[in-house]
């Protein structure tokens, strides 16, 4: 009997020892994300967003998803845009390292907008026409990592990894201000809203679409709404 009492409490033991394993296995990116259709109001709120982007994939392997663009009017949330198509990062959304060709999933703040051609009419986002000298640093151990430089030497030289903002799928693009309060080297950098390669095509992380739909997006912006950008996998 001795024994026997030992073997049942040695098992119960092992269960509770075990049971939070297999709790905190089944915690996959698509568990995580549960609840993202009643979750991103309320970051938007934190935020002070009246106005958000929303982009939903499928799975957080999707290298496919759909925008929305809502506004927050008396207290509810309205549909201003709906149904574009966009293209995510080649291997999904859940961006945790630079390089991994992951979209960032959560929700961040939209900052300012640039692009290789002259700004829009009608744009109210601030505005900034990029050239030959300008870059995005994306060298995790570089002092300008995951910021904006204009730089008239050699950026070779100087940075072990940079992107040529004069490039055509920036013709206009948008600035998602992740990673930057505080800016974490090697948690990624330079994702943007800008130009697809064409239906399909993934990204390196960033959010693409046509260039008339990104025209149309850009040009319901507005600073005055604060908006922002929620990225997830639909309910």
Known sequence: MHHAICRRIMKSVMCLLLSPVLVLGSFTPEAASAG?????????????????????????????GVLTLRENRDG??????????????????GKTKEG??????????????????AGPEGLKLPYSKVG?????????????????????????????????????LYK?????????????????????LHIWRGAGQPTAGC?????????KLMKQLDPELSPAIAIGIAD
């Open 36 to 64: 993202f259709a009643a979750s991103w109001p309320y970051k938007a709120g934190k935020l002070g967003a009246s106005q958000m982007v929303i982009v939903t994939a499928s799975s957080s392997r999707s290298t496919t």
């Open 76 to 93: 509810s949330w309205k549909t201003v845009l709906s149904g574009i198509p966009v293209t995510l990062g080649a291997s999904g959304i």
């Open 100 to 117: 991994d060709k992951r979209t960032p999933s959560g929700v961040f703040r939209l900052g300012e907008a640039f692009g290789s051609a």
């Open 132 to 168: 030959s000298r300008d870059y995005w640093i994306d060298d995790p151990g570089a002092a300008e990592y995951n910021q904006r430089v204009t730089f008239t030497g050699d950026p070779g030289s100087r940075w072990a990894s940079y992107e040529r903002l004069l490039h055509p």
């Open 172 to 192: 206009y693009a948008v600035v998602v201000r992740y990673n930057d309060e505080p800016v974490v080297p090697g948690k990624g950098s330079a994702i943007f």
């Open 207 to 215: 959010i693409a679409m046509s260039e008339s739909n990104l025209l």
